[in-house]
């Protein structure tokens, strides 16, 4: 229970990750920039990096603000458990696909799983 305390009284660093890709979580931005979090802290995360960006908070339900659905409509991938999230009518940014190209490599899936995920892009435009 300290740990978990802990984790949220240190300092969010909000800069762009350019480590190693393996197990790694965090937000996307259209730009194909990863910001690095726990699995757990996307939320935190998310309302840090909509004061970075200036975003306005959206609200999924009516009066409830969330970092989460803003970065979402924002056209940000969130990356998680080994997962990609994405909620946008808008297909990802030709940089998003380039990340997670390297991310699938680096993670162990095959290239017909990053395939697949460009497919599914593609039937977004359709």
Request: glycine content about 8%; hydrophobic content about 35%.
């Amino acid at each position: 229970m300290f740990k978990a305390w802990l984790r949220h009284t240190e300092p969010i660093k909000l800069e762009p990750y350019n480590g190693d890709l393996k197990g790694i979580d965090g937000w996307l931005s259209r730009e194909g920039v990863l910001y690095q979090c726990n699995y757990v802290d996307h939320s935190i995360y998310a309302e840090k990096l909509c004061k970075k960006f200036g975003y306005q908070l959206l609200n999924r339900i009516p009066f409830q603000m969330n970092g989460e659905y803003t970065l979402e409509q924002k056209g940000w991938v969130k990356i998680s458990n080994g997962r990609v999230h994405y909620f946008n009518e808008r297909p990802m940014t030709k940089k998003q696909l380039d990340f997670l190209f390297d991310y699938f490599i680096c993670n162990g899936y095959s290239v017909n799983e990053y395939q697949e995920l460009v497919r599914q892009q593609g039937e977004v435009l359709a």
